[in-house]
Antibody, heavy 123, light 109 residues
Framework: EVQLVESGGGLVQPGRSLRLSCTASGFTFDDYAMHWVRQGPGKGLEWVSGISWESGSLSYADAVKGRFTISRDNAKNSLYLQMNSLTVEDMALYYC????????????????WGQGTLVTVSS | SYVLTQPPSVSVAPGKTARITCGGNNIGIKSVHWYQQKPGQAPVLVMYFDSDRPSGIPERFSGSTSGNTATLTVSGVEAGDEADYYCQVWDSSGVHRGVFGGGTRLTVL
């Protein structure tokens, strides 16, 4: 079964850091670009960051650029999001999602989603 | 940055046709993808590259784009179609960045 499982969310104080992980199974992880998408409480979907299959292309939303770092370890079938200097605006359910076409970056859809990991930012 | 505009809500009676729009500057030249999200669940891809349906998505779902508007059409709406729907494109001016519309809540009356 093709699956993405996020972990690492939790309660963190403003200004602190958190590292999210996403573990993939059921497909050849290193063939696909991966992304993080978040959803604030009662809000819509917001794309956060993406990384190409070989880590050669990275991109970030303006809201997180300079604070968040995306990375992947293909040997461990894992995607990561290092989040620094967190603010209350970063509080959200964070999904990892797979791009649908092998070796592509951008243009195609997110065909597989995890169930999300919740990040709560509060003092 | 590129902006996608969706109506907050669309209501339709069972068996009728729902049309959910997504507006963006020259969106017709971009590839548009659509996602369905039911309460408490992760999004599900229901349309990709404007008008292609993933396997398992009913033929009642169709998509089109023209000019500045993309449309997701749900024919013969059923109670189970009640959900939030999001359009998505890529803003590739420089680096590839994903862009989502604000979402449309489809209510089945």
């Amino acid at each position: 079964e093709v699956q993405l499982v996020e972990s690492g969310g939790g309660l963190v104080q403003p200004g602190r850091s958190l590292r999210l992980s996403c573990t993939a199974s059921g497909f050849t992880f290193d063939d696909y670009a991966m992304h993080w998408v978040r959803q604030g409480p009662g809000k819509g979907l917001e794309w956060v960051s993406g990384i190409s299959w070989e880590s050669g292309s990275l991109s970030y939303a303006d809201a997180v650029k300079g604070r968040f770092t995306i990375s992947r370890d293909n040997a461990k079938n894992s995607l990561y999001l290092q989040m620094n200097s967190l603010t209350v605006e970063d509080m959200a359910l964070y999904y990892c999602a797979r791009q649908s076409i092998k070796y592509a970056y951008g243009d195609d859809a997110f065909d597989i989603w995890g169930q999300g990991t919740l990040v709560t930012v509060s003092s | 940055s590129y902006v996608l505009t969706q109506p907050p809500s669309v209501s339709v009676a069972p068996g009728k046709t729902a049309r959910i729009t997504c507006g963006g500057n020259n969106i017709g030249i971009k590839s548009v993808h659509w996602y369905q999200q039911k309460p408490g669940q992760a999004p599900v891809l229901v349309m990709y590259f404007d008008s292609d349906r993933p396997s398992g998505i009913p033929e009642r779902f169709s998509g089109s784009t023209s000019g500045n508007t993309a449309t997701l059409t749900v024919s013969g709406v059923e109670a189970g179609d009640e959900a939030d729907y999001y359009c998505q494109v890529w803003d590739s001016s420089g680096v590839h960045r994903g862009v989502f519309g604000g979402g449309t809540r489809l209510t089945v009356l």
